[in-house]
């Protein structure tokens, strides 16, 4: 059985491994715009700059402790309260309507998932 700890970083690592990919996907796109305008532009150094800060942010999921992220979140908290707790709102709205989304989809017989039951 494994304990909190493990699930944390599990999870934390998981989580770093999605980051991972869509900083990926963000590298395509601004590759995909420099192509396009036919060299780098203002959307594409954007793009690059963002997807930069995923990869970091991905490493950083990918090889945090779980007493590390922790002291992390504990140091922003103290740095900036007003940012730690709009985005504790963010996330509890997105996570409320995620679950909203699947009582409806859940409520319709799966029929926005395009199942017949």
């Known amino acids: 059985m494994m304990d ?3 699930v944390i970083e599990r999870r934390t690592s998981e989580v770093g491994e999605h980051v991972g990919a869509a ?3 963000l590298h395509q796109f601004a590759d995909e715009l420099r192509d396009s305008a036919g ?3 203002l959307f594409s150094a954007a793009a690059d700059e963002v997807a930069r ?3 970091g942010l991905a ?3 990918r090889n945090c402790t779980t007493s590390r992220l922790i002291r ?3 140091r922003v908290a103290r740095r900036a309260p007003l940012s730690v707790a ?3 709102f963010v ?3 997105a996570a409320s309507r995620a679950l909203k989304m699947r009582e409806l989809r859940d409520g319709f017989g799966g029929a926005l998932d395009g199942e017949a039951r």
């Open 53 to 55: 800060r995923g990869d």
């Open 4 to 6: 909190t700890t493990d």
């Open 91 to 93: 996330a509890g709205f």
């Open 72 to 74: 992390d979140v504990e």
């Open 23 to 25: 900083a990926q996907g």
């Open 39 to 41: 060299g780098k532009n």
């Open 86 to 88: 709009a985005a504790g």
């Open 59 to 61: 490493d950083y999921l």
